[in-house]
């Protein structure tokens, strides 16, 4: 693959955490799907970012799809209850 | 505006995943938008799997009102009722009342761009192997299991996980845009 050009990055301290706060995880508990435990370490900034970057994510993962689905709404079918 | 999805009610409620599916694949990008002003204030990414729960759990008892777009309307109602009742649970403060306003109606969303997937999955098969397999990871848990769980199964440090999910972001990003797709600036973040 001839990687494309990417603009540099200035790093954040909340990079990683954002990452992780973008992806579809939620812990399940007995009545409810939970916050991301690491979501409430977050900056107001970073939670934007988190749901911004998911956002996006969400519209790439769909279209990896075949059925076009996220990992959100595959995370919710794996839990109908 | 869209497709009215509400055709897919009746099957809905009777326990048709298939048909939930469908919904789901339109319905989630209008129902997270709706939840944006309340992206500081509460994990939306919970409070949205949740509402989406339970519009399965209570499609069988949803009455039309004769207006398109009424399973989605529900549903944006639940995540807004959900959101604020996270909100007054975790917080002492008083919640702004910009938050509490009136739920905003669902707004157009954008249909899948088949251009898109087309080019998507060149870019996707294109990746080098490691960005290729944190998001293959990341894609095939399903949203069951957190990073750390992921990165361990992979022999990697989180650290070196989360890099190759980025990588993998930003190289999909500008693979789509090398072939003149329009990509959201938040996947090359």
Redesign the interface.
Same mark, same amino acid.
């Given at each position: 693959?001839t =990687?494309?050009?990417?603009?540099p =990055?200035t790093p954040d301290p909340e990079?990683?955490l954002v990452? =992780?706060?973008a *992806?579809?995880?939620?812990?399940m508990h007995p009545t409810?799907?939970?916050?991301?435990p690491i979501?409430h370490d977050l900056s107001?900034h970073g939670? +934007?970012?988190?749901?911004?970057?998911?956002?996006? @994510?969400?519209? +790439?993962?769909?279209?990896?799809?075949p059925?076009?689905? *996220? *990992?959100?709404?595959?995370? +919710? @079918? *794996?839990? @109908?209850? | 505006m869209n497709e009215d999805l509400d055709f897919l009610v009746i099957a809905i409620a009777q326990g048709d995943v298939h048909a939930f599916s469908r919904w789901l694949a339109s319905a989630e990008a209008p129902l997270r938008a709706s939840l944006v002003r309340f992206a500081t204030v509460v994990d939306t990414e919970a409070v949205l799997q949740e509402a989406m729960l339970r519009i399965w759990s209570v499609a069988s008892r949803f009455e039309p009102d004769g207006r398109p777009h009424g399973l989605l309307r529900l549903a944006v109602r639940i995540a807004r009722n959900l959101a604020i009742s996270e909100l007054r649970r975790t917080r002492a403060t008083p919640v702004a009342s910009e938050i509490l306003a009136e739920e905003p109606e669902p707004t157009a969303w954008a249909p899948p761009d088949p251009m898109l997937q087309k080019v998507l999955r060149k870019c996707h098969e294109a990746l080098p192997d490691k960005p290729k397999e944190a998001l293959g990871a990341r894609l095939a848990s399903q949203g069951a299991e957190p990073d750390e769980v992921l990165a361990h199964r992979m022999q990697m440090r989180l650290n070196t996980f989360l890099q190759n999910i980025t990588r993998a972001r930003r190289l999909l990003a500008g693979c789509l845009s090398k072939h003149g797709v329009q990509v959201d600036p938040e996947l090359l973040s």
């Open positions: 693959m =990687q494309p050009p990417i603009p =990055q990079d990683p990452e =992780q706060v *992806s579809a995880y939620r812990p409810r799907i939970a916050a991301h979501w107001a939670r +934007v970012r988190a749901f911004e970057l998911a956002t996006a @994510l969400r519209k +790439v993962e769909a279209a990896l799809d059925e076009g689905l *996220s *990992s959100t709404a595959r995370a +919710v @079918l *794996s839990r @109908l209850r | -």
